[in-house]
DNA sequence: GCGGTTATGATGCAAGTGCATCGGAAAAGA
DNA sequence: TCTTTTCCGATGCACTTGCATCATAACCGC
């Protein structure tokens, strides 16, 4: 504990200083890890590669995980957290209050990680579910991603229903759950090549449209 | 070709008998990498692992699939054709006329392979999808077999709006895209452990129902 | 029967894997 | 300035990987 980063307090001559901030190397090790994942699937990735890719020695990668398992951990926790801060941020960013449709297809737009500079993310997600079952720690932190973004998405519906944009008799629950379905769905689809970004986000906010009628 | 199947005519004296048939091995081994990877994910499967899966030899193994990545390939396309089969032989099967809503719900529950022994399909497909990036070939397979399904679901629907369940105003080829990221995105919930099955074959349902009203 | 053909399972091999170890360089304390 | 402590990156190591090779064993037409 209590690890301060006193890192480049003088002026570092073009070696890399002693004393290196953990935190940065550990999410550009995680970045690495995304990378190469979303670059040629899980398997391909070995320490020695990763180290490659994030610029550091394998050593480094070796002190700031103790194992491959811990790495991919915290690779999968970074991302996980990336989407859902990204998908609350740009509910909250709203200075402006939206109208509940709005907020639920780009949300959701949003989690279904259509644009490009997501697919990345979309390959290392999928990745990672599809690993799940062979590390139970991994799918740990799934299934508690998922549910805070299951969260997320009924207290969507429920201000659209409070605002009665949405119908009241509709479960929350259960429409939170298709949604996220559906999003989930056609990034799989994007992800298979079956069908282009761009028909996605459209099935996906003409599902929300139909949603508020 | 004309590959004979003279296997065990003679009584073969607890020695496996030279001749063996192929195809049947090949599929044995199939299966072989299905389990592995329902089990323990697509990184653990190598040749000397689904060798013992499958209770053959690795030469065997390797007689049958000329690479690695061939072998994976004749998984995923036996996967995929058992997939497809299992859907239309649902529709086919049915002697007496099903309304077009029983018929789509219960396609969909097989093509989201939510039954407890799916669920290694489930994996399976996941897995590749996953893989899909690194192997062209691979990605040809499932952009294939997602075109059949897809054009499954369309003439599923058309049908309905034949038979009037379904609204004629609605695109079929929209429809579909929406029903089968539905099925995916459920797969993808029910195997990282965010819904269980009969959740999930719930909203699928409802996703039905309200369809065609 | 019997050579010829072919399939078989064991073994070899180079490359790559995750992880442990270690010499030495930089920072800290005296 | 000199020790001490911390930490880095290279190397070593045991192991696994995919694939090639090979002697052997079973079947075939003759």
Same mark, same amino acid.
């Given at each position: 504990m209590m690890q301060v980063h006193r890192k480049r307090e003088a002026g570092e001559e073009q070696r890399v200083p002693k004393q290196v901030d953990y935190e940065e #190397? #550990? +999410? =550009?090790? $995680?970045?690495a890890v995304c990378a190469l994942i979303a670059r040629s699937g899980m398997e391909a990735v070995s320490l020695r590669d990763v180290a490659a890719e994030a610029d550091v020695s394998m050593g480094a990668v070796q002190r700031c995980f103790r194992t491959k398992e811990d790495m991919l951990l915290?690779?999968?926790?970074?991302?996980?957290? =990336?989407?859902?801060? =990204? $998908?609350?941020?740009r509910i909250a960013a709203t200075s402006?209050?939206?109208? $509940?449709?709005?907020?639920?297809?780009?949300? +959701? $737009?949003? +989690?279904a990680l259509l644009d490009e500079e997501s697919r990345a993310g979309a390959h290392v997600w999928l990745a990672f579910v599809s690993h799940a079952p062979a590390s139970e720690r991994l799918a740990a932190v799934l299934r508690e991603t998922y549910g805070k973004l299951h969260d997320l998405v009924v207290w969507l519906i429920r201000y659209g229903q409070d605002t009665q944009e949405i119908p009241p008799h509709l479960d929350a629950a259960q429409e939170a759950h298709t949604l996220l379905a559906v999003a989930d769905g056609l990034t799989v689809h994007v992800l298979a090549g079956h069908q282009s970004a761009e028909t996605a986000s459209a099935v996906l906010q003409r599902h929300v449209d139909r949603l508020v009628q």
């Open positions: #190397r #550990r +999410l =550009r090790i $995680a970045e915290f690779a999968l926790e970074h991302i996980s957290q =990336r989407v859902s801060e =990204r $998908a609350t941020q402006t209050p939206q109208s $509940a449709s709005t907020l639920l297809s780009h949300t +959701l $737009a949003e +989690l």
